[in-house]
């Protein structure tokens, strides 16, 4: 018996049996998430999907995986750890996204007002 795939199905399994069949890496969430054109969360269902429809097999846990495509045996090399705050071009250019950071000039961000003006909970927690 055939399964049923939807265009999602079908993205996702086509991108996972592209890397296996080239011995990539398996592509996180995020990677899947962007070539297929869908959020990250849709990412993970269409995975979790494939998997109890037996159409994939999944090594592993979600920071470092290896899938198997079911029909051709073709499987993906171990992931990478999945960092979110590390945005990969390409192996040679790594660059961080910067982290937000509050300092004592950064308004209340709460209720909008200066530092020393502010009288929220929230700011007289954060100091």
């Known amino acids: 018996m055939t399964a049923v795939l939807n265009d999602y199905d079908r993205k996702v ?6 890397a ?5 890496p398996c592509p996180t969430n995020f990677d899947i998430a962007e070539k297929v054109d869908c959020n990250h969360k849709t990412a993970i269902t269409v995975v979790a999907r ?11 846990t979600v ?9 051709s045996g073709a499987r993906t090399a171990m992931s990478r750890r999945c960092n979110r705050r590390i945005h990969h071009d390409n192996e040679d250019n790594v660059t961080r996204k ?3 950071i509050l300092t004592s000039h950064t308004p ?7 530092p020393d003006a502010c009288a929220c909970s929230h700011r007289r927690a954060m100091a």
């Open 50 to 60: 494939l998997k109890a429809k037996g159409l994939i097999a999944i090594e592993g």
């Open 20 to 24: 296996a069949r080239g011995g990539l």
């Open 98 to 100: 910067p982290a937000a």
């Open 13 to 18: 399994l086509d991108v996972l049996d592209q």
């Open 108 to 114: 209340c961000f709460r209720c909008g007002a200066r």
């Open 63 to 71: 920071n470092a995986r290896e899938i198997t495509i079911v029909e």
